[in-house]
Structures are given as C-alpha cells and as structure tokens.
C-alpha cells in the first residue's frame, strides 16, 4: 500500500493525477496494461494519455486500463497486434515474437539505472527492436524502469558461497532461470503473489525482486535479509499497433512519439527516489541491507554473463546489442 501512495504521490508532483474529461465522439486510443494504479508501469500509461490528450485538445481520448482489465499480458498484446486494441504497456513477454526483446532485461548488463537510462535513449534500444515492429504488427515506442531486482534471503548473503544451494523463488522465464542456475541456486518458478506462503511453508528461502515490490508486500516482515545485488533491471514501454500508427496524421503522430518520449523520461526520474524511499523504508521497518562488496559483484557478474549464452542462440545481433552497452557507460 505504501509503494501505491508513494507512486501515486510521485505522480501527482508531475501534475498527472487527475487526467481531463473530453467528449465521447474524440478518437479513441485504449491501452492495456497488467499493473495496478501507482506502478510504474500505470504511471507511464496515464502520463502518456495526459500530455497526448492536452497537446491536441482532445481530440484523442486516451482510455488506460491497468490492472489486467482487458485481459492478461498475452491476450492484450495479441489485441493490439490485430488493432483490436490500439496500444499496450508490457516487459519481455513480447521475446515470445521477437527474442531480442528478451535482452531488454539481460542480467547485469548496466552498472546503474543512469547507464542503462542512457542505453534505453539510445543505440541499445534501437539494436534491440531491428525487425520487431515488421515481425510483430507493433512498434515500441520507450522504455522505462520497474526497478533493479534484489535478493531477499532468510539468512543473511555476505558472498556468492552464500546464494549457492538456496531454494529461490524467480519468474517462470527462461532467461530468470538460468540466472539461478549459473549462481547454483534452485530456482523454483512461481507467481510472486505466491510468494509470501511459500515462505511461511520453507517452499522457498527467498527470491528476488525490486525494491518496490519488496515493499508492497512488506517481505522485509517476513525476511529480513535483503542484498543490493541490481542484478537485472526490470524493464517495461508503451507498445502501438503498426497501421493506427501509420495512419496518423504526420503532426499528431510527432504528438505521440513526444508524449512516449516525457512520459518515459518522468517514470526514469522517479525511479532512482523510489528506491531511496523503498531501502529507508525497509530499514525503518526492521529489515537489513547488504550493499555486496566488489568481490561479490564480480562473481554476480560472471553468473550474469553465463545467461548471455542464450542470446547467442537466438538474436542474430546479440553481441552488437551487448557491445553497445559499453558506451554509455
């Protein structure tokens, strides 16, 4: 509850938090999303709308539905492929059409969420979506930060040693997986929503998450270790079917890229304070950080580059993808 206010709090500061009323014979732009009010994924969403909605006088209205109103993540994306749908927010689910969107989140890619800011604005984003828009009827309009994941442990992680042989919860993707393999941790697939029995039942030791979520749920109640390991910064964008796209007229659709464009660039200045206000409040509530040592880092960063294999497999470009990184740094 806390994370919501706080990001709805963020949000309001940005003047979006009450978005303008306009006629119901405007344009139409619905876009769908998984993610409840005050993410940042429904942050993204409706400051997209408002400044879409002020720059052209309404003459679009922009409807967000987050929270999974219009179905799940692979229901709505396949809405706006058919242009049932003009518009979606989602992560990496679109690798399943393209796997280069994969390496969005590609395991410790960027020192610090003003590296990979620079990344995502630059030749990274664009090596990643060479051929997606003609593959997958959508362009990819931004990108934008959930938040680094970090681990959460019942005993505390000093070392890599320490991460070895843990029952650790992580997403049901492949790339996640592997991660946990190449640690030597047991990586049990579940959703997070399951997470906080599978603790109280030593299904799990722990898992990993950003901060946010780490706070939404109050896990530093039930385990109080967490560890700054940034190991994979989660990251989201604004998805647009190709021919409503195209079929804008050239000044509103510069109107859209712009709105994509600041809409980004707020939920990116957010983030940094979110996990400031996130560690002090899991600090305040009881729980340990551990900032790992370089040591550590190195060691996560080897398990990081042991993931990369799979890029290697299957993105024809993965090595330029990741050789741009270098960069920005």
Same mark, same amino acid.
């Given at each position: 509850m806390?994370?919501?206010?706080?990001?709805?709090?963020?949000?309001?500061?940005?003047?979006?938090?009450?978005?303008?009323?306009?006629?119901?014979?405007?344009?139409?732009v619905?876009?769908? #999303?998984?993610?409840?009010?005050?993410?940042?994924?429904?942050?993204?969403?409706?400051?997209?709308a408002?400044?879409?909605m002020?720059?052209?006088?309404?003459?679009?209205?922009?409807q967000?539905?987050?929270?999974?109103?219009?179905?799940? &993540?692979?229901?709505y994306?396949?809405?706006?492929?058919k242009g049932?749908?003009?518009m979606?927010a989602?992560?990496?689910?679109?690798?399943?059409?393209?796997?280069?969107?994969?390496?969005?989140?590609?395991?410790?890619?960027?020192?610090s969420?003003?590296?990979a800011?620079?990344?995502?604005?630059?030749?990274?984003?664009?090596?990643?979506?060479?051929g997606?828009?003609e593959?997958? #009827?959508?362009?990819?309009? $931004?990108?934008?930060?959930?938040?680094?994941?970090h681990?959460?442990?019942? $005993?505390?992680v000093?070392?890599? $040693?320490?991460?070895?042989?843990?029952?650790?919860?992580?997403?049901?993707?492949?790339?996640?997986?592997?991660?946990?393999?190449q640690?030597?941790?047991?990586?049990?697939?579940?959703p997070?929503?399951?997470?906080?029995?599978?603790i109280?039942?030593?299904?799990i030791?722990?898992?990993?998450?950003?901060?946010?979520?780490i706070?939404?749920?109050?896990?530093?109640?039930?385990?109080?270790?967490?560890?700054?390991?940034?190991?994979?910064?989660?990251?989201?964008?604004?998805?647009?079917?190709?021919?409503?796209?195209a079929?804008?007229?050239p000044?509103d659709?510069?109107?859209?890229?712009?709105?994509?464009?600041?809409?980004? &660039?707020?939920?990116?200045?957010m983030?940094?304070?979110?996990e400031?206000?996130?560690?002090?409040e899991i600090t305040?509530?009881?729980?340990?950080?551990?900032?790992?040592?370089?040591?550590f880092?190195?060691?996560?960063?080897k398990?990081?580059?042991?993931?990369w294999?799979l890029?290697y497999?299957?993105?024809? $470009?993965?090595?330029?993808?990741l050789?741009s990184?270098?960069?920005?740094?």
């Amino acid at each position: 509850m806390k994370r919501r206010i706080l990001l709805l709090s963020t949000l309001a500061m940005l003047g979006a938090a009450t978005l303008p009323a306009y006629a119901a014979d405007k344009i139409v732009v619905k876009i769908a #999303g998984m993610k409840p009010d005050g993410e940042p994924e429904t942050v993204g969403m409706k400051l997209f709308a408002k400044y879409v909605m002020e720059a052209t006088n309404g003459k679009y209205d922009v409807q967000v539905y987050p929270n999974s109103q219009l179905g799940k &993540e692979d229901a709505y994306i396949a809405q706006t492929r058919k242009g049932i749908i003009q518009m979606c927010a989602t992560g990496t689910q679109t690798s399943a059409i393209w796997p280069a969107m994969a390496m969005l989140e590609t395991p410790m890619l960027y020192d610090s969420m003003e590296h990979a800011h620079k990344a995502m604005n630059g030749e990274t984003f664009k090596l990643i979506n060479q051929g997606f828009a003609e593959k997958s #009827g959508m362009t990819l309009m $931004n990108a934008f930060p959930l938040g680094f994941r970090h681990f959460y442990t019942k $005993n505390p992680v000093n070392s890599i $040693n320490d991460l070895k042989g843990l029952r650790m919860r992580v997403p049901n993707i492949p790339l996640y997986l592997e991660f946990a393999k190449q640690l030597g941790q047991s990586g049990q697939p579940m959703p997070f929503a399951e997470v906080p029995a599978a603790i109280d039942q030593g299904t799990i030791e722990g898992g990993d998450s950003p901060l946010a979520d780490i706070v939404g749920v109050k896990m530093y109640e039930k385990i109080k270790n967490i560890t700054l390991s940034g190991h994979i910064l989660v990251i989201h964008g604004l998805y647009i079917n190709n021919d409503f796209y195209a079929k804008l007229p050239p000044e509103d659709k510069k109107i859209f890229d712009d709105a994509a464009y600041r809409s980004a &660039e707020d939920v990116w200045k957010m983030a940094a304070e979110v996990e400031k206000k996130a560690i002090k409040e899991i600090t305040d509530g009881g729980g340990k950080i551990v900032d790992p040592n370089p040591e550590f880092k190195a060691a996560l960063k080897k398990a990081g580059e042991g993931t990369w294999e799979l890029f290697y497999k299957t993105v024809p $470009n993965a090595k330029e993808i990741l050789d741009s990184v270098n960069q920005y740094k």
